[in-house]
């Protein structure tokens, strides 16, 4: 029995099926992997790409009741069910595999809490080591990392490696399982409007924060300036505690985690906790009055200049109102 398994839920797409493939190519360096394909009818297409990415095992998990249904807390049942009927799971600190994402990072939690395993969440290195399972985890906004080491399993965990290299002619050993279990129903969701007239930041390419040093007038000019720019706003804890801005819209270690192009940091110091919550990737810009600001030393451009006066700057020289 392969120590690593590679599941996909076969409603997640293409993309899934091929992002955790890459994955258990570059884990397994050439150690044999299994592959467990989960849904509501068996596909060829998909058994034949995992074949060719070099499973030497793939399994047809097939549940009449999931239909197209791709939600984690339906999945974990069907999933957990396919798991416990292949031989040997658990029995050598197997590695299980779900395809990147906020998806399969849910489900790998959820599959290692309902399993009795360990939830290794999203990383960005992954080997099998002896009979360990040994990880690294990117921590305070990918500025740090952690590392983990899974000595009683199953593990579970979520790898982006990209696509996964393909042969033109290769074989494996397919099974199909027959699920019978009984699923959770889906989720219900109950839609109300929130009456935020701006974008989440999830997703957004341009973040408008402000930090201590904003008072509720600052917000409103910020709120305008994200709005001409097209990107929306955010805020530090010290704005949130304060009431300037919204829990919802908190960026930092203990809010939400941001990856625009570009980040404008408007009176906000600069600590690890609130840039933790920001992309390496990010352009940070940087206003503040202290010279000394420690946002100065990520931002890519900083001006040093106090906000009641530029931001009324920038708005005018965007051909904006100042806001009431």
Known sequence: MSRLLAVIPQAWGAEALEAALGAAQQVGAGEAFAVVLVSSQPSAEHAQLATRAGAQLVYQAVHA???????????VAAVAEALRAIPRLGSEVPLVLLPPGPQGE????????YLDGQALGRCVALRLEDDAVLAERAAWGGRMRLALRAASGPAFACLRAGRPKLEAES???LFNLELHGSLPKALSLDKRESGQRL???EGARLVVSGGRGVNEQGFALLEA???SLGG???GSLPAVDAGMVP???QVGVSGKFVSPQIYVAVGISGTLQHLAGVSLDSCIVAVNQDPEADIFKVASLGIVAPWETLLPA???GLGQSLPG
């Open 314 to 316: 920038l708005l005018d």
């Open 225 to 227: 300036l994200a709005l």
């Open 65 to 75: 009741a999931l239909g197209e249904c791709d939600e984690p807390q339906v999945l």
């Open 199 to 201: 974008p989440p930041l």
């Open 171 to 173: 074989s494996a050993e």
């Open 106 to 113: 849910e489900l790998a939690a959820l599959l290692a809490d």
């Open 232 to 234: 929306t706003l955010g």
């Open 247 to 249: 829990v919802l819209r």
